[in-house]
Nanobody
């Protein structure tokens, strides 16, 4: 299963950005669709996760500023970020966990996409 992110770039502080991620391959189901980020010199951290039952969880540093939604029929997840801060600058990674058509589990990561918040 391949995962591809899009929508990154450079934005000014206070502005908004939407990232998208699409999984492709022999997918039977995606249980958890999540976004993580890693800033230079820091560990990778959870940004947001949306489970197949609709439940969500957000990282402490972004709670209240991000939304996560998914279109199951398209195996796509969106991360909406608002009121962006310079400390949101990082490489953002999409992660999908689920089952392939042969019922084997998968845990796939995208290549990552750069988000830079700077004036």
């Amino acid at each position: 299963v391949q995962v591809v992110e899009s929508g990154g770039g450079s934005v000014r502080p206070g502005h908004s950005l939407v990232l998208s991620c699409t999984a492709s391959g022999s997918i039977f189901s995606i249980n958890d669709f999540a976004w993580y980020r890693q800033a230079p010199g820091k560990q990778r951290e959870l940004v947001a996760i949306r489970a197949s039952d609709g439940s969500t969880n957000f990282g402490d540093s972004v709670t209240g500023r991000v939304t996560i939604s998914r279109v199951n029929a398209e195996n796509t997840v969106y991360l909406g970020m608002s009121r962006l801060k310079p400390e949101d600058t990082a490489v953002y990674y999409c992660n999908a966990k689920g089952n392939e058509s042969n019922r084997k589990t998968f845990d796939s990561w995208g290549q990552g996409i750069q988000v830079t918040v700077s004036s």
